[in-house]
């Protein structure tokens, strides 16, 4: 049982346009183990979101050209065959989203939709695994939940629904859950409750997890590790205290610094705005907005080196710059 | 010229559905002074956006009074409503994909203003330049511009009639943050040289402190708390503000929740009748009392106010 839970190696997306192929995914490389919450954080267009959607096979086979590897369980799912991956999908590779309504069909009662996935992936007769479902809704903490079970999607407020969606990805184990900005939605007093409900599940099961967001605080409640995307491609990789306390890419700085706190001094804002898939510079894909940027970076496209303390970063000049918080420099 | 730029005045707003009433704003006053920026802050339901539209007269008050610049309205007449515009979240919906941003920016000049075409296009171009947009922004289509940009748009469009209050429905809770804070810094520069006032509407505790001058908390149809934003943000006296700011996710991780409570439960049902206080259900301090006796608005130290039963022998912040 050593080893990640799930190893991406090289993983590129592209998508079909009336131009030609746009690469909006570019080699990205990464792992998440077991018990572990690795959070991928960035803009929109960033690319977070299709790359959950590829590693889960989401993505339409005619639009979207996929390369690389994913490993998990012993195999590449990228390679799986359709019976294979409806096997891996929903069972020990599971994933929630931004708006539970969508992925809940509103013609039947919940407990019927969680018991379908137990029956499905868990092999339980009928009783059994609606006993199962019902132990499931309890477990994310729905209150009367063998009388819940019974009702229809609308019947959930939003945060209840999303509580819904946990406990049938939960209800069949998964070794990792992807769940892709699944508080975006949600007011904040109910997003406390779903962060830390989604923090006991894994301390009680030990399942990994991919939280996909574009918000920093909640990446400070809930990761181990951040991967910071921008423009398709990770630009920088650490453990969440290291890397609130030590940014290494100007891009996470900048993020870090937009943050409004405080009372009414100057909010920082990073330059410009990201670049559109297809439209991405060559070379440093930030470095059009980098107040760092030399001459250099627009020439090679930065790989991630390590910089100690599992720290990765891909800028050219991340051994000279000293980005950390104000406050911290010293630290 | 004493006068605040907005006022409202035991405003309620009552929805129907069959024979059941649902009152999404409940007795709320406030008050907005020329060149300030008042936030009305609240979770889904709490009534936010239901006030926006109520102080602009696109839903009819059950009872109550709106007064920009001193004059009450009902139904704001054509030359009141320039005064007071509103620019939603999504600018996506609020512009016609279908034309050019010069028709869009157009449209409340021919309504409010009678300019040639000339000198209306010459107000275009200022407009465009005001909010940071190339000239040539005029003859694109909604659809080339960034989610940013197509906010500058609609604020350019909310300030084509030279209003004296703007009242920004989420405005920028769609946006990513590197965008969201030019989009800041822009309102802020606006007040300043256009002479604005704004209600600001928001979920974003964060935003909220940085950009206004005094905050409103609303929770199901209620206002629960009034003060500088300051003083809200750092010392909250009503329970629920001090759970709603608790809630708020910290980008610190040395400052992870721990023992911070955790508010429980969901709102109520909009329907329900409550005797009390809307927030007994929830709260973590609620007596007896609380569910059946409305409760008194009490003074804060540090400004605002309260409106709780156990405020008074419960001082605001830590205790």
Known sequence: MTGPVLDIEDLTVGFRTAAGWNEVVTGLSMSVGRGETLALVGESGSGKTVTAMAVMRLLPAAGARIGGRVWFDGGDLLTLRRRELDAVRGGALAMIFQEPMTSLNPAFTVGEQIAEAIRRHRGLGRREAWREAIAAMDSVGIAHARHRAAAYPHEFSGGMRQRVMIAMAISCRPRLLIADEPTTALDVTIQAQILELLRDLQETTGMAMIFVTHDLGVVAEIADTVAVMYAGGVVERAPVTELFARPRHPYTAGLLRSVPSGAKRGLYSIPGSPPKPGDFPPGCRFAPRCEFAEPGCSGVLPVLETAGNGHDVGCLRAGELDLRPEGMAHV | ?319
């Open chain 2, 1 to 319: 010229m004493s006068d605040p730029a907005l006022e409202l005045d035991g405003v309620s707003v009552e929805f129907r559905q069959g024979r059941r009433r649902l009152r999404a704003v409940s007795d709320v006053s406030l008050r907005l002074e020329r060149r300030h920026t008042l936030a009305v802050v609240g979770e889904s339901g709490s009534g936010k956006s239901t006030l926006a539209r109520a102080a602009t007269g696109l839903v009819p008050l059950s009872s109550g009074t709106v007064r920009l610049l001193g004059r009450e309205f009902r139904r704001p007449r054509r030359d009141q409503r320039r005064h007071i515009q509103l620019v939603f979240q999504d600018p996506y919906s609020s512009l016609d994909p279908s034309s050019v941003v010069r028709s869009s920016l157009a449209e409340p000049l021919i309504v409010h203003e009678r300019l040639s075409k000339q000198d209306r296009n010459k107000r275009i171009a200022e407009l465009l330049r005001d909010v940071g947009l190339p000239a040539d922004a005029a003859d694109r289509y909604p659809h080339e511009f960034s989610g940013g940009q197509r906010q500058r748009i609609a604020i350019a469009r909310a300030i084509a009639t030279r209003p004296d209050v703007l009242v920004l429905d989420e405005a920028v809770s769609a946006l990513d943050v590197s965008t969201q804070n030019q989009i800041l810094e822009l309102l802020a520069d606006l007040r300043r040289e256009h002479g604005l006032a704004y209600v600001f509407i928001s979920h974003n505790l964060g935003v909220v402190r940085w950009i206004a001058d005094e905050t409103v908390v609303m929770y199901m149809g209620h206002v629960v708390e009034t003060g500088p934003a300051e003083r809200v943000h750092v010392s909250p006296a009503h329970p629920y503000t001090q759970a709603l700011i608790s809630a708020m996710p910290v980008p610190d991780p040395a400052a992870r929740r721990g023992a911070r409570p955790l508010l429980k439960g969901e709102p109520p049902d909009q329907f329900e009748v409550h005797r009390g206080c809307v927030f007994a259900g929830r709260c973590p301090i609620a007596e007896e009392l609380c569910h059946t006796t409305p409760p008194p608005r009490v003074d804060v130290a540090g400004g605002g106010a309260a409106v709780c039963h156990k405020v008074s022998n419960h001082e605001g912040g830590t205790a």
